[in-house]
């Protein structure tokens, strides 16, 4: 008995030093791998990379641009239908256990004694704490060393976090394929929803993807992912957090997906979308516009956007079209699988309607069309093959562009199109306006390009915005970047400076040849009229600036002297430095339709500088406003008691002012009359009061167009991207005002006719619409109401600018006078 006691004592002995020396070891162990442990206390202040939205001035979606496509939800708002799916998945037992589920870590401690040596990879028994500490602190490598490591912050972050804290962390920076990082930007990645819409299905399959993103992909491991959706789905019902009939009917779902665009998200709005980033990422640099999270709320009218893309886009269409037919876009073998052949072709995706289809088979009445497949998500081209019938209705307008044929109408489909041929198509349109089912038209995209963009004259906000036919066919600019002469669209600002300076609308300058010696040898110059070299001798201003006569602009440059223009070119914006060069008041110097559109908006707000912005507010990922466009200050706009009758509140506009709001009126009014009787009479159209200017360029290589109502700007123009003639009888009352009238009508369909604003002090005065003078009781229908500033009137009788005695004085004429007297004075001058 002595000696079972003492061998008891023995073994208790040695099992307290072994216990000991256990406990030393453990404490060893811990000791030495937490000496250099991350630290976790930087969970605290995380800011993950949050993608940067982009929204119009509706809250529409606009954009999102990121380099992980992640937005930040706080967990209070994420579902419970969420936040249990991925307790299913991931960790059932999360809000009772300490940082380590033990049970988790004995059944894989079993797999990988079972599978040792097997070369298979040791199932992990990661609690989501763990994999907060991984994902955050530590590498995915595969050793006892990280999961030590792994283990030992899991329990301090336990201690130091709350249960919450720890799951937002997980779920916002967990990786879930697509590019997608955290539920939010899953859920409108694969089902394009909030994550308060999905279904349970859907809550299911993301909750599956932690594990194995690319393995479960929703299109190429469509079997594997529905399985291993449909676990989760039994977990959750087992676990008592779903209904036997959620259950069974999120099993049958057939896990559809509805992949979401990195694009523009709203049609047309492409190139309005990459200026915006391109001006965030020039403000704050890249690592702000793809990782911080920035909320930008652009100025732009989706409707407005929408329907400048399909004016401009028509128009450049229209005109080419008229140019003729140039051929097929390419050829494709069609034996065989004509389909996935032509889905590798590229086309151009952002010109709906248009789709690209290749030619099977021609006659001499219509031809059989495939249109080119769309993919699947996982990449795999379509099987479906749609069809479609082009007649002759659909190439009448195809002439040949060159060759023995060019210019006559083609009398049968087949001499235009051959098997093949690579062509564009969209449905086409009857007469009536209704869709021929099954038939479509030939279309052709364009050579000829342009720019549009329309802004608010009051603010400077650009609401829609066309750099060019597609952004996806090229990326640059036209309405920013695309540096182009205006013509005679810069004309209203010569005539601003000369109304600000003591001219009048009925003040008289000759129109008549004449000649400019340019000096140092550079030759003679002798600028002409457009219009086939007609003039009209002694002629108004209102009446050369409605006609845009060169010769008279030309002279008033010269009476007014180009510095002063100069200076007016460069306070509105059009350009930084105008050369003391003649030619430049005709429109030879370069600038863009931005500009332009500017300058214009401050004839329509009563001479009030305005910037353009695309963007009316930007706030950082807390909500705090780092930049607002509009600076005016609001006095009275607080109310933190509620209205109590006080005054209404007043905006207090500093902005300066560049232009006499009664020398803008009167450019309005002349512009009006450009309209009403001058070279753009095809905007008399839209109905509804309209002021602007034409432009046409030397050699007809640009034509432009600027305009607007009291409350609307629009300005574009159209020419070739190299610049180049735009053919006979190409002029800016031809070809781009047209486009202007159409947007027009429709963007200013629902407004009511208002008049453009008298400034107080101007006085109208009815005048002689040929002479300027004051009208007579007899004068009739040749009179028209003028504005005239104060200490301003119709003169009597007038002195022509660029007419000179034989002494070299100004000639003043009586409105009686022989005209026959206009003859050459000093200077070379007529």
Known sequence: MRLLFRFMGFLFAAGTILFLVGVAAAAGLIWHYSKDLPDYSQLQDYEPPVMTRVHAADGALLGEYSKERRLYLPIQAVPKLVINAFLAAEDKNFYEHGGIDYSGMARAAILYAQNFGSNRRPQGASTITQQVAKNFLLTNEVSFTRKIKEALLAMRIERAYSKDKILELYLNEIYLGLGAYGVAAASLVYFDKSVNELTVAEAAYLAALPKAPAALHPIRNRDRAIERRNYVVDRLLENGWIKQADADKARKDPMAVTNRTNAAHIFAGEYFAEEVRRDVFERYGEKKLYEGGLSVRTTLDPKLQVIARKTMSAGLVTFDEAQGWRGATSKLDISGDWG??????????????????????????????????????????????????????????????????????????????????????????????????????????????????AMDPWTGRVLAMVGGFSFDQSQFNRATQAYRQPGSSFKPLVYSAAMDNGYTPSTVVVDAPIEIDQGQGAGVWR????????????????????????????????????????????????????????????????????????????????????????????????????????????????????????????????????????????????????????????????????????????????????????????????????????????????????????????????????PFRVPAGIKLIRVDAKSGMRAGPGDGGRTILEAFKPGTAPPDNYSVIGVADAEGRSLTVSPDADRSILRPGTGGLY
């Not at 990922?621 to 930049?627: A, D, E, L, N, P």
Request: proline letters at 6%.
């Open 340 to 453: 996935v052949k032509l889905a590798d072709v590229k086309s151009l995706s952002d010109i709906s309607p248009w789709r690209m289809a290749v030619v099977l088979e021609t006659s001499d009445q219509s031809a059989r069309i495939g249109f080119q497949p769309g993919r699947e998500l996982g990449g795999a081209v379509l099987k479906d093959r749609q069809i479609g019938i082009i007649t002759l209705d659909g190439v009448r307008w195809a002439r040949p562009a060159a060759g023995p044929q060019r210019g006559r109408t083609p009398t049968s489909v087949s001499q235009v199109l051959s098997p093949g041929d690579i062509i564009y198509a969209d449905p086409l349109i009857a007469k009536d306006g209704s869709l021929v089912e099954g038939q479509f038209r030939l279309r052709q995209l364009p050579e000829v390009s342009g720019a549009m963009v």
């Open 527 to 754: 600028p002409e009229n457009y219009s086939t070299g007609k003039y009209y001798g002694p002629t108004t201003l209102r009446n050369a600036l409605q006609r845009s006569l060169n010769t008279v602009t030309v002279r008033l440059a010269q009476d007014v002297g180009m510095p002063l223009i100069g200076e007016y070119a460069k306070r509105f914006g059009v350009y930084d430095e105008l050369p003391n060069y003649l030619s430049y008041a005709l429109g030879a110097g370069e600038t863009t339709v931005m500009r332009m559109v500017t300058a214009y908006s401050m004839f329509a707000n009563g001479g009030r500088r305005v910037k353009s912005t695309l963007i009316d507010r930007i706030q950082d990922r807390y909500g705090h406003t780092i930049f607002k466009h509009d600076a005016r200050e609001c006095r009275g706009c607080e109310a933190p008691e509620g209205w109590k009758n006080q005054a209404e509140p007043q905006l207090v506009d500093r902005r300066e002012q560049v232009l006499d709001a009664m020398t803008a009126y009167q450019i309005t009014s002349m512009m009006e009359g450009v309209v009403q009787a001058g070279t753009a009479t095809v905007m008399r159209d839209v109905g509804k009061p309209i002021a602007g200017k034409t432009g046409t360029t030397n050699d007809e290589k640009d034509t432009w167009f600027i305009g607007f109502s009291p409350d609307l700007v629009v300005g574009l123009y159209v020419g070739y991207d190299k610049p180049r003639n735009l053919g006979r009888g190409a002029s800016g009352g031809h070809t781009a005002a047209p486009i202007a009238r159409d947007f027009m009508k429709l963007a200013l369909a629902d407004k009511p006719a208002v």
